[in-house]
């Protein structure tokens, strides 16, 4: 896909944005930025949005307020897998079934993909099972495929089942790994795996041969598992949770987490406890290489960074146009609700798409993406 520049606009003195810092000088295309700068929109309301769509509206890059350029481009995808490898996988070849199936996935992903590994219970020799620090550190970390895929590769192949489930201690490690480690691009998390999750890593672990403790706390792992799922996806930036499952896993359960991580897969899927993927122990491999092929598309990004720095633009005033199939460029509204439009990213650092004005960008790899700053934001009519 192509992605076109950024258009920043300069108007009339009376409603332009500011771009001066300090003094007189004028941002334009020749100024240098810092490698560091970090663009973030300062709105002091999300409902301060000037103009209404009346129906398709163009602004002209050649309109004569356009006096500035610089480039906008795609931001990256992150995506690391959780991979249950507790000893119910080695019941009825889901263990050989997901690692083809994982294989599949890296085989078709570009090698620009950004891809890491952790799995859960934490290998023989990579720490404590049951200790959220041991999950910090993936098996793989995450790093574009063009660097590691024979390692993922390697590691899957080497890996066997083994052990309980601590999957509150696979998420909040993977909470902490993307935190400690901050990336650019959308941040993914794919979650596979056969069953409940043990107590591990949760405030009231209980011993194996306490009956009483795990009779008790017989939820602890689960909803541990949920209040670190709704955390990363609520943070900044936030973490999608694509979760793939058996029905040895409790749909309700995995259901859950695709819904609180922002991967429902339709609008009305929590009715049917259907918003993650299930995968049938009879055709494990082919349901899982399905959903991988399918999250694959959902996890490409359509997030765009700034490469100017657009720190003192005025928010309400700054438009998204999309062309495809080399037609005129028509502006796609904010949408706040993200339905069909775009809006900031958490932290307004940078613009993303929403619904079926992603879908467009999406399906055709001509698509041009332009970013207009300094003329009225519109949105939905």
């Known amino acids: 896909m192509t992605?076109?520049?950024?258009?920043?606009?300069?108007?009339s003195p009376a409603a332009a944005p500011t771009f001066t810092v300090g003094g007189p000088n004028r941002l334009d295309a020749a100024t240098v930025l810092p490698a560091d700068a970090v663009p973030t929109f300062e709105?002091?309301?999300?409902?301060?949005?000037?103009?209404?769509?009346r129906g398709v509206a163009v602004i002209s890059p050649d309109a004569s307020c356009s006096t500035t350029t610089a480039d906008a481009r795609r931001l990256p995808v992150n995506l690391l897998i959780l991979l249950d490898r507790s000893g119910s996988m080695s019941e009825s070849g889901k263990w050989t079934a997901a690692v083809s199936g994982l294989r599949t996935l890296l085989a078709r992903l570009d090698g620009s993909i950004r891809v890491g590994l952790t799995m859960f219970p934490a290998p023989a020799g990579a720490g404590a099972a049951d200790r959220v620090a041991t999950y910090n550190t993936p098996n793989v970390a995450i790093a574009a495929l063009s660097t590691n895929r024979a390692q993922l590769e390697s590691v899957l192949r080497g890996a066997s089942p083994g052990g309980n489930t601590p999957m509150n201690c696979a998420t909040e490690?993977?909470?902490?790994?993307?935190?400690?480690?901050?990336?650019?691009?959308?941040?993914?998390?794919i979650l596979i795996t056969d069953g409940a999750p043990t107590d591990e890593c949760t405030d009231n672990p209980c011993s194996p041969f306490d009956l009483a403790c795990l009779l008790a706390n017989r939820?602890?792992?689960?909803?541990?598992?949920?209040?670190?799922?709704?955390?990363?996806?609520?943070?900044?930036?936030?973490?999608?949770?694509?979760i793939a499952g058996t029905p040895d896993a409790s749909d309700a359960f995995l259901s859950d987490l695709a819904f609180t991580g922002n991967t429902a897969r339709t609008p009305d899927c929590q009715a049917t406890t259907s918003c993650h993927y299930r995968l049938q122990t009879g055709s494990f491999e082919a349901d899982l290489t399905r959903a991988l092929d399918e999250i694959r598309g959902r996890a490409v990004s359509c997030e765009f960074a700034v490469d100017a720095d657009p720190s003192r633009v005025d928010p309400t005033r700054v438009n998204v146009s999309v062309s495809t199939g080399g037609a005129t460029?028509?502006?796609?509204?904010?949408?706040?609700?993200?339905?069909?439009?775009?809006?900031?990213?958490?932290?307004?650092?940078?613009?993303?798409?929403?619904?079926?004005?992603?879908?467009?960008?999406?399906?055709?790899?001509?698509?041009l993406v332009r970013i207009v700053f300094g003329c009225p934001t519109i949105t939905p009519g």
């Open 219 to 242: 939820d602890a792992g689960s909803n541990a598992v949920r209040v670190s799922v709704a955390r990363g996806a609520r943070g900044t930036p936030p973490i999608r949770y694509f």
């Open 43 to 53: 709105a002091s309301t999300r409902d301060a949005i000037p103009v209404v769509d």
């Open 173 to 189: 490690g993977s909470r902490a790994y993307y935190g400690a480690f901050p990336m650019d691009g959308s941040h993914n998390v």
């Open 329 to 367: 460029p028509t502006i796609v509204p904010r949408d706040v609700d993200h339905a069909n439009g775009w809006d900031y990213s958490p932290g307004m650092r940078s613009v993303v798409l929403h619904g079926p004005a992603c879908d467009r960008v999406l399906a055709d790899g001509t698509a």
């Open 3 to 11: 992605v076109g520049v950024l258009v920043l606009v300069a108007c």
